[in-house]
């Protein structure tokens, strides 16, 4: 093991505690080092054996996953001398992780292929094939430790990303825009499309509330919102206060808590209001109430929890002027030649006694009012939903003027909030580019096409994946 300097600055990080501890209580090395140790493939990778005795080849370690499930998606592993297979790896520090974690009932763990732990002599019951990695490390713990908080955020190695990676490094700046731009206008007329036929089914308003709730279901969600959004007709009445809604909105969602907290009383004056509302409604409504069980909140931002955003949407239907107000937005900043005013004021509601002050029903009371609707949300927002909608209602009504103008807004918007998909393409694509590579939203949403064009048809090998070759002729046309 390297020495250790025996400096001013060591001594500063030991007594700060940013000096990574290298075991647990229990003496096992902590699970961060060890998802490094996966990831990085920190191992004697020929000498593999799982606890069954079957040799192992790690093809690719799998993507890391900070969003709740298994550690790692889509690894590449032959086991023994048969095919390589593609599936996920969970890394515990022991195999009993396993039940006490709750991953033998847990639906998300069931394409794990590979059960990594640090020591032990035999498995759990019902868990898939297990490795073992105390002697299989190609370092001393010590040394793993340091390397560990010597690094940034763990990042893919070199190896191990893309082959379009070297392909894309080879355009200029102006070529890989280019490229990028062109794919997010198949994601972008995608979008219009797909609300284009459903305002054929349910008309053009209805068709915005749809995609305007599904966009604040955000990702895991997006699904029970749009099913409330699909029943508007029904819920929806003349002159309904924004509590009335929330109240209606929340108790169809199957959100409301059947006790009142009993422990803060801000927000059991608040249900208790709520409640009133619904206990007159429950019953009409009682036919189309959706289950709890369809909301996931496991690793939902709360500024992002469904409570809170159907908060957001009652404000919208209350007033009764949201879409007259996009189309008045989209009119005096397009059509006007004007640069584009801020959406977000367009969308923003005033402050709501309860909800600027909560992220949702349980949560205490926050310090400070917190809008309902921020900029990186309404970013989204337009880029998903808003400007596809105005454009595709351009294009029925034969207003070439006004598709231009939509479609430049379109390329040129700011970047969007970061998310999973884009650290991936990032990954794969630009060799760990940094956010602020991709400054625009269309060159983040080019990016997450390709990721759905190829790299969700291929595995983590690349293995038959055409893109580098197309990059390749993309160049050529460019000369």
């Not at 940013?18 to 020929?46: K, M």
């Not at 010590?142 to 390397?147: I, N, T």
Request: aromatic share 8%; charged share 25%.
């Amino acid at each position: 093991m390297l020495p250790f300097p025996n400096n001013l600055y060591a001594q500063w990080r030991l007594e700060a505690g940013a000096a990574p501890r290298l075991h647990e209580p229990s003496g096992a090395p902590p699970e961060r080092l060890l998802q490094a140790v996966w990831l990085h493939q920190r191992l004697r990778r020929d000498q593999l054996v799982s606890l069954d005795g079957e040799t192992l080849q790690v093809l690719h370690p799998g993507f890391i996953s900070r969003e709740g499930g298994p550690d790692f998606r889509s690894a590449v592993i032959r086991f023994g001398n048969g095919p390589p297979r593609s599936g996920d790896v969970e890394v515990d520090v022991r195999a009993g992780g396993w039940i006490a974690h709750g991953h033998d009932r847990n639906a998300a763990f069931r394409d794990v292929i590979l059960h990594v732990i640090w020591e032990g002599d035999r498995p759990a019951r019902g868990t898939p094939t297990t490795l073992v990695l105390c002697d299989k490390l190609d370092a001393t713990l010590g040394e793993l430790g340091l390397w560990l908080n010597s690094e940034d955020e763990p990042v893919m190695p070199d190896n191990l990303r893309g082959r379009c990676c070297p392909a894309l490094e080879t355009l200029s700046a102006e070529e890989k825009g280019r490229l990028l731009r062109e794919a997010a206008e198949i994601r972008f007329r995608s979008k219009a499309e797909q609300l284009q036929a459903r305002a054929r089914q349910v008309g053009w308003e209805q068709s915005l509330w749809e995609g305007l709730f599904r966009a604040l279901g955000y990702k895991h969600n997006t699904w029970p919102m749009r099913r409330l959004a699909e029943q508007r007709p029904r819920w929806l009445a003349a002159s309904m206060s924004p509590i009335e809604l929330q109240a209606r909105l929340l108790g169809i969602g199957g959100l409301l808590p059947s006790e009142l907290t009993r422990s803060r009383t801000g927000a059991d004056g608040y249900l208790r209001r709520v409640w009133d509302c619904w206990w007159r409604d429950r019953e009409e409504f009682e036919d189309c109430i959706l289950p709890a069980s369809l909301w996931r909140f496991h690793g939902q931002r709360p500024a992002n929890h469904p409570q809170r955003r159907l908060a957001l949407a009652a404000h919208w239907l209350a007033s009764g002027r949201l879409i007259a107000d996009i189309e008045r937005w989209c009119t005096t900043n397009f059509l006007e030649g004007k640069e584009p005013g801020s959406l977000l004021e367009t969308l923003q509601v005033t402050r709501d006694d309860f909800w600027s002050w909560h992220w949702t029903l349980r949560s205490a009371r926050m310090a400070r009012p917190q809008p309902l609707l921020g900029l990186a949300r309404a970013t989204d927002l337009a880029v998903n939903v808003i400007l596809p909608w105005l454009w595709v209602r351009a294009l029925e009504g034969k207003n070439k003027s006004l598709q231009g103008s939509v479609e430049h807004r379109f390329q040129a918007w700011p970047a969007a909030e970061d998310n999973a998909v884009l650290r991936l393409a990032r990954q794969r694509l630009l060799g760990d580019a940094p956010r602020r590579t991709l400054r625009r939203a269309a060159e983040q949403q080019g990016c997450i096409q390709i990721v759905r064009d190829f790299c969700d048809h291929s595995d983590a090998v690349c293995r038959d994946c055409r893109f580098p070759r197309l990059v390749g002729d993309f160049r050529k046309s460019s000369i």
